[in-house]
């Protein structure tokens, strides 16, 4: 039995025994409401749709030109930019053995993510999947597809999503913020004449992964001490290699990875990190055993309620913490040096964002989730920041369950989409002054709030966005919050400008340095 039902942008033909859809076609209006995104020209005629082929791009030896000759390889965020005014919000790009359709238009964005399918999958990221398959370790959120990934995130998700859960999460973070306050003032004494903060998003790196290991692992690794430790050091720089190696790995065909001398360092620190997160992970197994044997009770938190629920095996949950520990450090620390960046050039937005800490928490009073709720500039610097600096500045999808259509189109099932957030980001006509620093767009009432839902979403959409978007954004208030209420920020003496360069995700390019002044 076929029936219609209708989706945002499409009408879709169903199967309803199967419950499969058959068929995606757009429309502009239904009943005479206009629907966002569809073109005046669209119909619902498939013979009369746009194929791939018709699509412009570059061709891959132009692709290389532009990434090597042109040397945009370190910004390819920005050759977002230059590709869409070229060939319009919709194009092919040709990167070795990918065959990539780019989309840079907020419209187009919410038609490839309202058609994702019941298992959305970003990239078949063969790259870590042949690592994982090599040593014999397990997917995780990240690398895991189909029906077996939706059992990992029904796993994960509640004490990761769930306010009352991650709130739970604000003692053990607070602890670290402290920490880090005390090291700024140490950074400042001993290597920045009383005032200055050397390279403040190398140092919020430690932050974040310390954070994310107290919540993860429900220990303290040491990475903001004065010496750290050699073995966390490791761990810390096999993630930015990891990061750094993966967009390089994948321009070849596969069978050409084990020739590669940068295939092998790229298993040696993928081998580096699981060594660290096992050990981790059964230390923790042997104190919920000693525990058990002595008739105590177990208490913990996120790591104890993975292993203490027998729903995933230690395999599983080895793969999946390695995953969320990577997915958690680059969001915090670069989002806060971007946000501190900022801050420092704009006195004005940093006294409001101080007014309102002082009026929810004045005194000593420490910041807490529910203090959060009152602090709505907050809030607004730090969707601001991640809209001018997306962590993820190209999402990605893949069509693995239907044909779908977008921009009149109509789209192969397995088409890798790239989903082009930071062209989208600077949309004049969805954000006025997108260059600008205005946290007032966020703001309830604001003749700013009516951009485009899908003109920035930092932490993705649907059943597939960021698994670790609570903790992150809780980690980000705390310590924004409590640094501006302890240091006003002043901006580098020298006059030094940092721009953001590309590696998997977006980083500061240069060391930014900050000058923290007592208040």
């Given at each position: 039995m076929l029936c219609k039902v209708l989706v945002r942008g499409a009408v879709c033909v169903w199967r309803q025994e199967q419950h499969t859809a058959l068929k995606c076609v757009p429309l502009t209006s239904v009943n005479g409401l206009q629907l966002r995104g569809a073109s005046s020209t669209s119909v619902m005629n498939e013979s009369k749709l746009k194929s791939m082929k018709d699509l412009g791009g570059p061709s891959f030896l132009t692709s290389l030109y532009w990434l090597f000759g042109k040397g945009y390889f370190p910004i390819t965020h920005q050759m977002q930019i230059e590709h869409s005014r070229i060939y319009g919000p919709l194009w092919m790009s040709k990167y070795g053995p990918l065959v990539i359709v780019n989309v840079a238009n907020a419209d187009m964005i919410e038609?490839?993510?309202?058609?994702?399918?019941?298992?959305?999958?970003?990239?078949?990221?063969?790259?870590?999947?042949?690592?994982?398959e090599l040593r014999k370790q397990a997917y995780g959120p990240l690398t895991e597809l189909g029906a077996n990934w939706q059992r990992i995130r029904s796993i994960l998700n509640p004490h990761m999503l769930k306010p009352k859960h991650v709130s739970s999460y604000t003692n053990a973070i607070n602890e670290v913020v402290t920490d880090f306050i005390e090291k700024v003032a140490w950074l400042r004494t001993t290597k920045g004449n009383g005032l200055i903060v050397h390279d403040i998003a190398g140092e919020l790196y430690k932050f974040a992964f310390e954070g994310i290991c107290s919540v993860l692992f429900?220990?303290?690794?040491?990475?903001?001490?004065?010496e750290i430790p050699e073995e966390t050091q490791k761990f810390i720089f096999s993630v930015g290699e990891m990061f750094r190696l993966s967009p390089i790995i994948v321009l070849f065909p596969k069978t050409f990875w084990p020739y590669m001398p940068f295939w092998k360092h790229f298993v040696a620190v993928w081998d580096h990190l699981f060594k660290v997160a096992d050990d981790l992970v059964q230390k923790k197994m042997a104190e919920i055993q000693e525990k058990v044997k002595q008739g105590q009770p177990i208490e913990g938190e996120y790591l104890t309620h993975l292993l203490v629920s027998e729903q995933m095996s230690p395999t599983e949950v080895l793969g999946s913490i390695t995953e969320l520990l990577l997915a958690g450090v680059d969001t915090t620390s670069n989002t806060i040096s971007w946000a501190l960046y900022h801050l420092a050039q704009e006195p004005e937005i940093q006294q409001r964002?101080?007014?309102?800490?002082?009026?929810?928490?004045?005194?000593?009073?420490?910041?807490?989730?529910?203090?959060?709720?009152?602090?709505?500039?907050?809030?607004?610097?730090?969707?601001?920041?991640?809209?001018?600096?997306?962590?993820?500045p190209g999402n990605a999808r893949v069509t693995v369950e239907?044909?779908?259509?977008?921009?009149?189109?109509?789209?192969?099932?397995?088409?890798?989409?790239?989903?082009?957030?930071?062209?989208v980001s600077y949309d004049e006509k969805i954000f006025p002054e997108p260059h600008a620093f205005l946290p007032q767009r966020w703001l309830r009432g604001e003749k700013h709030l009516s951009q485009h839902p899908f003109g920035s979403v930092?932490?993705?959409f649907g059943i597939r966005a960021c698994l670790g978007r609570r903790l992150a954004e809780l980690e980000m208030y705390l310590i924004l919050s409590r640094l501006i209420k302890h240091y006003k920020v002043l901006p580098d003496p020298s006059g030094k400008t940092v721009k953001p360069i590309t590696r998997?995700?977006?980083?500061?390019?240069?060391?930014?340095?900050?000058?923290?002044?007592?208040?």
């Open positions: 038609q490839v993510l309202r058609q994702e399918g019941r298992h959305p999958v970003r990239t078949d990221m063969p790259h870590w999947r042949t690592y994982r429900e220990t303290r690794m040491g990475c903001l001490n004065e964002l101080y007014d309102e800490i002082i009026s929810v928490c004045p005194g000593d009073k420490v910041t807490s989730s529910e203090d959060i709720r009152k602090m709505p500039w907050l809030k607004a610097i730090v969707r601001e920041t991640l809209r001018l600096y997306p962590v993820v239907n044909e779908i259509v977008v921009g009149g189109h109509l789209f192969p099932k397995n088409t890798l989409f790239h989903l082009c957030h930071y062209a930092p932490f993705g998997t995700l977006l980083v500061p390019a240069s060391p930014m340095n900050i000058l923290f002044i007592d208040r």
